[in-house]
């Protein structure tokens, strides 16, 4: 990652960054103004590229995104702008109808106005322990601004923390979300929803709670909904034990809430350092496997889930 605060000596910002795993490569390089719409105001343009492998397919993706922001005080955010998406997948496990198959073979793309708003009265960024945070997003895909998926997209997030003094923090959570197909489309398999992992249903590796196709493997969703609860209590020092439950259901269809729903109960350990907590989390699936082929499963990672 670097970062020049004084681009072409205007006080512009050049953020680049790269980043690689097992299973992803990739950058993006970001210009941003900060200061010639007014105070509290900025716009930039970033492009990007990504190269995935995700549970049931691999991808390869590339993003242009013009957008500007408003922040009208300490807890409220508006942004908004023009996001171009050009994606393929390949390497697909699951099984497709073939003329569903046929429709998305390739690249596909993207492209429309989005607009996302926040409001945030957490009292820490990295490790709250009071307050609450809402976020809504829309985001337009159209062929009249270079689009080959016709949809729109809908996204409502939630989250509230409870202080209990000496008895740590209780944290609620949920997430909703569809994307609506139209024009005849068909939505590609990198452009559906799935849980499980990490930051949704943690009983489910990656993307493991979906639908399935007839041999077990995920084919993703167009309408989504998840809710948590955990409770962080003091251990000793900066040490930090959970307990939670997770509940969460991917639909086929948009705004259809009939999917099966997965479950995960679990415990955990964090260590809260000065850039966020580190954690590791162990939890058990009561309920169906869907995707999954174990009840239990470990998640290491950095932040909270929510």
Do not use: C
């Not at 489309?185 to 007839?214: A, E, K, N």
């Amino acid at each position: 990652h670097y970062k020049d605060f004084n681009l072409f000596g205007q006080g512009r910002v050049l953020r680049l960054q790269g980043l690689a795993s097992f299973k992803t490569f990739g950058g993006e390089v970001t210009v941003e103004d900060p200061w010639v719409l007014g105070q509290g105001n900025r716009m930039w343009i970033t492009l990007g590229a990504v190269e995935r492998e995700e549970q049931f397919y691999d991808y390869t993706a590339f993003t242009v995104e013009l957008a500007l922001e408003r922040r009208f005080d300490r807890h409220q955010r508006l942004w908004g702008g023009y996001q171009f998406r050009l994606e393929e997948a390949r390497n697909l496990s699951a099984v497709l109808p073939p003329d569903e198959q046929e429709k998305i073979d390739g690249f596909q793309r993207s492209a429309g106005p989005f607009v996302r708003y926040r409001y945030d009265q957490r009292d820490d960024l990295f490790t709250p322990t009071k307050g609450w945070v809402a976020e809504a997003a829309g985001k337009w895909s159209t062929p009249i601004l270079g689009a080959s998926l016709s949809f729109l997209e809908l996204e409502l997030r939630a989250s509230w923390y409870v202080n209990l003094s000496s008895w740590g923090v209780l944290a609620l959570g949920g997430h909703v979300g569809s994307r609506t197909p139209y024009d005849g489309t068909t939505m590609p398999i990198q452009q559906r929803y799935f849980l499980g992992g990490q930051l949704t249903v943690r009983s489910f590796d990656q993307d493991q709670l979906t639908p399935t196709d007839p041999f077990g493997n995920g084919v993703g969703g167009l309408t989504y909904a998840w809710g948590g609860a955990e409770w962080r209590m003091p251990l000793f020092d900066i040490v930090h034990g959970a307990l939670f439950a997770d509940v969460g259901q991917v639909s086929l269809d948009p705004w259809s809430f009939d999917g099966e729903v997965g479950y995960g109960v679990g415990a955990g350990l964090r260590l809260y350092t000065p850039v966020g907590p580190v954690r590791v989390d162990g939890a058990y699936n009561p309920g169906p496997l869907l995707a999954a082929s174990q009840r239990w499963q470990i998640h290491f990672s950095f932040g909270f889930t929510f």
